[in-house]
C-alpha cells in the first residue's frame, strides 16, 4: 500500500537540532557571507567602474541577493550543508529526508528572506526612524526565532513552507 506524502503528516527526517545551535550555524553563516558579499560587490564596482556606492545601488543589491542566493543553493543542492553548517553538523533535506532540488532550495532561500524584509518594508511605508526600524526588525526576528518552538518538529516558518528540514548529523 502506497500513501502521499502530501497526504501524511510531515515525519522527521531524522534528529531534530535545537533552535540554539541553528541560530549559532546561522551567526556563523553571517561571517562568512561578509567575506562572499565584499567580493561580489568589488567584482561589481570593478565591472560597472563604481567609484560611488549610490550609483546603481538597486542592481548591486540584486547582484548581491542573486550571488548570495547561488551560494546557498548549490550547497544545499550539493550535500545540503554549507560550511557552518557542517561544523554544526547540520544538514538540510527535504521533508520526507530526500535530497533538495533546485526548485525547493530556491523557494527556501526566497522564503528564508522573511526574517528579515517584512519588517525592513515597513521602514519607507511607515517612515520610521531607523532606530524604530531597527528595533522592529530585531523584534520580528525573535518572533519568527521562538515560532520554531511552537512547530512541533521544532522548525522555523520558512522551512515548514518551504516542506524543508534542518536535521543533526551524527557526530
Known amino acids: 500500500m502506497t500513501h502521499s506524502p502530501a497526504a501524511s503528516p510531515i515525519e522527521p527526517a531524522g534528529p531534530r537540532p535545537g533552535v540554539g545551535r541553528r ?9 562568512l557571507l561578509f567575506g562572499i558579499v565584499f567580493f561580489a560587490a568589488l567584482a561589481f564596482a570593478l565591472v560597472f567602474q ?11 543589491a540584486a547582484w ?4 548570495v542566493g547561488a551560494y546557498f543553493v548549490w550547497f544545499w543542492t550539493h550535500g545540503g550543508q554549507t560550511l557552518p553548517m557542517k561544523t554544526w ?3 538540510l533535506v527535504a521533508a520526507d529526508g530526500a535530497p533538495l532540488s533546485a526548485p525547493r532550495a530556491i523557494l527556501r532561500y526566497l522564503l ?13 511605508l511607515l517612515q520610521l526612524p531607523v532606530p524604530a ?8 526576528v525573535v518572533l519568527w526565532a521562538l515560532a520554531a518552538r ?4 521544532r522548525q522555523f516558518p520558512h522551512d515548514r513552507l518551504a516542506g ?7 557526530r
Open 50 to 60: 563604481q567609484r560611488n556606492g549610490l550609483v546603481h545601488h538597486r542592481l548591486l
Open 89 to 91: 553538523r547540520l544538514r
Open 64 to 67: 548581491i541577493a542573486l550571488v
Open 23 to 31: 541560530l549559532a550555524a546561522l551567526l556563523y553563516e553571517g561571517v
Open 133 to 140: 526600524t531597527l528595533a522592529v526588525t530585531a523584534a520580528w
Open 150 to 153: 511552537l512547530d512541533p518538529a
Open 112 to 124: 528564508g528572506w522573511l526574517w528579515f524584509l517584512p519588517p525592513l518594508a515597513l521602514h519607507p
Open 164 to 170: 524543508t528540514r534542518v536535521v543533526a548529523q551524527p
